[in-house]
């Protein structure tokens, strides 16, 4: 079946329904399916975005300002991964733990409405992306995925979202920011807060894809290959040391290697990288790619 195709047969699934909540991020996946419910249901079509200490600030004024591009009726719940000491314990299910908590918000808005489905933006690229225990809430939750469920794979989506003219459609994926975390150290409220001012600098300076890692104290930045002489300059560096410093950390580093999704997460898995939660990630050896180290509080 071609793209066209596909396009009329989510848009035909959603419109036998009585009404739809789409688990809304504002990232490309469910930006596409809150569209496509849009066309399909009007004003029964819902977007829900859960708000925790996870969500960095920004990824929520995008979600309402995408909602708004969209328009679509758009709710706002609240929540706290950190109540749950599953969740916190950042094992290799935290995903799981997350998910669960936020779609379980979804059922509750989709109740308080009067309505039966709750969907998401899982696409069909991402079964097959290493282990991925947020997919298995889904499943356990009997969530519906339209884009999975038409084999509508990531690029598609991405074709999608640049038909609807949704400002998202070449957006990088954006995890939580609890797989800012290795795996095995607590998620606390001091170090999600210190990761999101951490990258609020990288936005500034106008990075596009990037993340800070958080290994108790030690911060690693990571950005995308290209952008890595750009992370380099003098100026950037001076920077990062400094801000980076004044919001918490020991150390700053910067990784050679560049970005890579899974670098804090088990056995080189990636779990969830997409929009609804995307996250986590795989862990090296420190010294493995720690290939620059700036102490912060020391002469240059």
Not at 103 to 108: R, S
Not at 221 to 241: C, G, K, N, Q, T
Request: proline content about 3%; hydrophobic content about 35%.
């Amino acid at each position: 079946m071609d793209l066209e195709g596909k396009i009329d047969a989510v848009v035909d699934d959603l419109r036998e329904r009585d009404g739809v909540v789409v688990a809304f991020s504002g990232g490309v996946d469910s930006s596409v399916v809150a569209a496509l419910a849009r066309d399909a249901l009007g004003d029964d079509a819902v977007a829900c975005t859960a708000k925790s200490e996870t969500l960095p600030a920004e990824e929520l004024d995008d979600a309402k300002r995408v909602a708004e591009e969209i328009g679509i009726r758009h709710e706002l719940v609240s929540f706290s991964e950190l109540d749950n000491p599953d969740f916190v314990a950042n094992d290799g299910e935290r995903c799981y733990h997350c998910r669960t908590m936020r779609l379980g918000k979804m059922y509750e808005t989709a109740r308080d409405l009067g309505i039966g489905t709750v969907c998401d933006g899982t696409n069909a690229s991402d079964p097959g992306e290493g282990h991925r225990p947020g997919l298995r809430a889904v499943k356990e939750l009997e969530v519906f995925s339209p884009l999975l469920a038409h084999d509508i794979t990531k690029e598609e989506v991405r074709e999608i979202a640049d038909r609807y003219g949704l400002s998202v459609a070449d957006k990088p994926s954006m995890a939580c920011l609890s797989s800012r975390i290795p795996t095995g150290l607590e998620v606390t409220e001091e170090r999600l807060t210190r990761v999101e001012k951490a990258e609020q600098l990288l936005r500034t300076w106008g990075f596009s894809q990037f993340r800070v890692r958080d290994h108790d104290g030690l911060a690693r930045i990571e950005v995308a290959e290209e952008e890595l002489e750009r992370a380099l300059d003098a100026d950037f560096v001076r920077a990062a040391r400094d801000h980076l410093s004044e919001v918490g950390f020991d150390h700053v580093t910067l990784d050679l290697h560049g970005y890579a999704t899974g670098s804090v997460s088990p056995a080189n898995d990636t779990y969830g990288e997409d929009d609804a939660g995307d996250g986590e990630e795989s862990e090296p050896l420190v010294a493995d790619v720690f290939a620059q180290e700036y102490p912060v509080g020391e002469d240059d």
